[in-house]
């Protein structure tokens, strides 16, 4: 069966300092990886994703988050954090021999602080 | 297209009440995805349509749930006699060809059970 990890409830980074969103995952298979964000009141957005290839992928709004098998990791990253970054992050897994059931962490709150 | 567009918004209902949400997914997707999320928590996975086909469902899904997606377009998710725990918001998502695609999420029915 399929798991997402977030290990960290909550975030709180400076505005202008890199920032780190955790997620490990679960799968038997290979995973298809996937980041979300949600604002107040407003759906899930997607940001970016992993399927294969190079382990470090970029998305939108300046994310970007690395892959690595050995660790099944999938963090999300930026360089320079910004006040309007702050909101809901969800990381996503859907392992690719199981059809396309997708399974979401319970989410990272990032407060992004001036 | 404007996106997944969900209806309605909100919805009160007393205990023990039917219940049934309507879910427009983008109009080339033939995937499309029902979540329910409650508050602090991540999107947790019910049910999903490949077409007209609904091809799993999750142990979440009790007996009172059932989602139909008649003609490969819109879907509906119904509650039968609602109880107090049905209280969340019930997100839909849809998604396009290929297990490598993400999913695109609608805002959202807000349930209250009172």
């Known amino acids: 069966a399929q798991s997402v990890a977030q290990p960290e409830d909550q975030v709180n980074v400076a505005e202008g300092n890199p920032l780190t969103v955790k997620c490990t995952y679960s799968v038997s298979g290979n995973p298809y990886l996937f980041w979300y964000v949600q604002y107040p009141n407003r759906g899930l957005q997607f940001l970016l994703k992993?399927?294969?290839?190079?382990?470090l992928v970029k998305g939108s709004y300046g994310f970007e988050a690395e892959f690595n098998k050995s660790q099944t990791s999938f963090h999300l990253k930026k360089p320079s954090a910004l006040v309007s970054d702050s909101a809901l992050y969800f990381c996503a897994v859907r392992d690719i021999t199981g059809g396309f059931k997708t399974i979401f962490g319970a989410g990272t709150r990032l407060f992004v602080k001036a | 297209d404007t996106g997944v567009s969900q209806n309605p918004r909100h919805k009160i209902t007393k205990r023990g009440q039917n219940v049934t949400f309507r879910c427009d997914p983008i109009s080339e997707h033939n995937r499309l995805y029902w979540y329910r999320q409650t508050l602090g928590q991540g999107p947790e996975f019910l049910t999903y349509?490949?077409?007209?086909?609904?091809?799993?469902k999750s142990r979440l899904l009790s007996d009172r749930f059932s989602a139909e997606r008649p003609k490969g377009s819109f879907s509906t998710l119904e509650i039968q006699r609602t109880e107090q725990g049905d209280s969340a918001m019930y997100l839909c998502?849809?998604?396009?060809?290929?297990?490598?695609?993400?999913?695109?999420f609608g805002q959202g029915t807000r349930l209250t059970v009172v």
């Open positions: 998502a849809s998604g396009g060809e290929g297990p490598n695609t993400e999913a695109f």
């Open positions: 992993y399927i294969t290839g190079d382990n």
């Open positions: 349509f490949q077409n007209e086909a609904q091809l799993e």
